[in-house]
């Protein structure tokens, strides 16, 4: 039999099983869709805390309290992206397994280190609520010097300026509090009072801000600016009662080069806390998010596999039915092959089908559900390609036993058949 001929048969058995084939199409369209949208949301997802992260700049590091261990290799663990230092304490004590305080005797020894431009203290995670227009809203501020701008250079301002060394009772605004989604016109601007209010060791207390800048708006949701209210250092630490205790130190490297030696140095002179740099964060939450995509791809997977059972189901039957048929094929000198790819060809037509209305189906749901909750899905044609022929190799597999089966039948025996 020449190729189109044995494409022919197979469209035409297609045609007079369209009820069948219609249920074989929609179980790996469902597959195919489950695993594009799915695997197309982690990377968008993967694609915008990327951007995120690289937006702290290459030269940036992140200094947090944290455990210090030993290493049974000897020295700090080069190869663990967030690191703690067992080294000497400067500051006297023991430099046993404990957490540091980061306060302005940890902003000093910074400040001494070879190569380090800029040294920032931030302290974070102060819950306020306020009222405006009748409405009542819940943020956290963050309290910085005016370093914070510099060290931070992704954060910019377009109404106002950013926060001076001598302010006090200031704020420096996002965008989505100077203009919350909600509102359809900007609540907050330059030169307005925030009236805030927390609770502070059982102590219900009141602050208020007179507004001196507004963020251009980000859009980003890992490490976004757009809900942030900064205030100077010193009226977060009287406000909150701190006591001078930080809860990150943020450190700008001269130049990217020196961000390795800069951070072994930190670790050496600092006991007790961990170095975190932006390419070392980006590589953690990058693994986090393979392993995420790999089990969620891999679950919707499972229902190709029930897809290619229905489907050997479903040619098991067709090769029974077509039996006499077979039969008559191989009387007129049709060979073994011939049948063999008659049967793979009703297979491969359902996992190309399948496979290119489930991608294309897959992007379209992604691409929605992104919008939904402010997303930019990564649709990837490439990755359209790998899943429609991962479908059409679970088409072939699923339907090549039914295949050889009719591809070995006895034709004496098969014309027999009623």
Excluded at 41 to 54: A, C, E, F, H, K
Aim: aromatic share 6%; net charge neutral.
């Amino acid at each position: 039999m020449l190729i189109w001929d044995i494409i022919d048969s197979a469209w035409n058995g297609v045609k007079s099983r369209k009820f069948r084939f219609v249920l074989n199409l929609i179980g790996i369209l469902i597959g195919c869709a489950a695993v594009t949208g799915l695997i197309s949301l982690t990377q968008g997802l993967s694609n915008n805390i990327s951007g995120q992260l690289g937006s702290l700049g290459a030269s940036t590091i992140t200094i947090i309290p944290g455990s210090s261990f030993n290493n049974p290799l000897g020295g700090a663990n080069p190869s663990s992206p967030v690191s703690g230092s067992a080294a000497s304490n400067p500051f006297g004590g023991s430099s046993s397994t404990g957490t540091r305080t980061l306060d302005y005797k940890v902003v000093n020894t910074l400040s001494k280190i070879t190569d380090i431009a800029f040294v920032v203290p931030v302290d974070s995670g102060g819950a306020v609520t306020y009222s405006i227009n009748g409405k009542t809203y819940s943020h956290s501020l963050t309290g910085s010097t005016d370093v914070y701008f510099q060290v931070n250079k992704s954060i910019e301002v377009v109404q106002g300026r950013v926060l001076l060394r001598s302010d006090s009772g200031v704020a420096v605004i996002g965008a989505d509090i100077a203009q919350p989604t909600d509102s359809a016109t900007q609540i907050i601007g330059v030169g307005d009072r925030l009236k805030v209010t927390t609770t502070v060791n059982d102590v219900t207390k009141q602050l208020t801000l007179r507004v001196v800048g507004v963020l251009k708006k980000t859009g980003g949701s890992f490490g976004s600016s757009d809900s942030a209210i900064i205030i100077p250092l010193s009226t977060f630490d009287q406000f909150f009662e701190k006591n001078g205790r930080y809860s990150t130190i943020q450190v700008l490297a001269t130049s990217p080069d020196v961000i390795d030696s800069v951070s072994h140095s930190i670790k050496a002179k600092i006991s007790n806390i961990n170095v975190i740099t932006a390419a070392a964060a980006q590589s953690l939450v990058s693994s986090v998010l393979g392993t995420i995509q790999a089990v969620l791809g891999g679950i919707a997977a499972i229902s190709l596999v029930v897809a290619g059972v229905g489907i050997i189901n479903t040619m098991t039957i067709s090769v029974l039915e077509r039996t006499r048929e077979i039969g008559v094929l191989k009387a007129l000198g049709a060979k073994g092959r011939d049948i063999l790819f008659l049967f793979l060809s009703e297979a491969i037509l359902t996992g190309v089908v399948g496979g290119i209305i489930g991608a294309a189906l897959g992007f379209v749901v992604s691409s929605v559900a992104g919008n939904l909750i402010g997303l930019a899905v990564d649709v990837n044609l490439y990755l359209g390609l790998i899943v429609v022929g991962f479908s059409v190799l679970t088409c072939v597999a699923s339907g090549i036993y039914p295949a050889w089966h009719a591809a070995k039948m006895n034709p004496v025996e098969a014309l027999r058949s009623e």
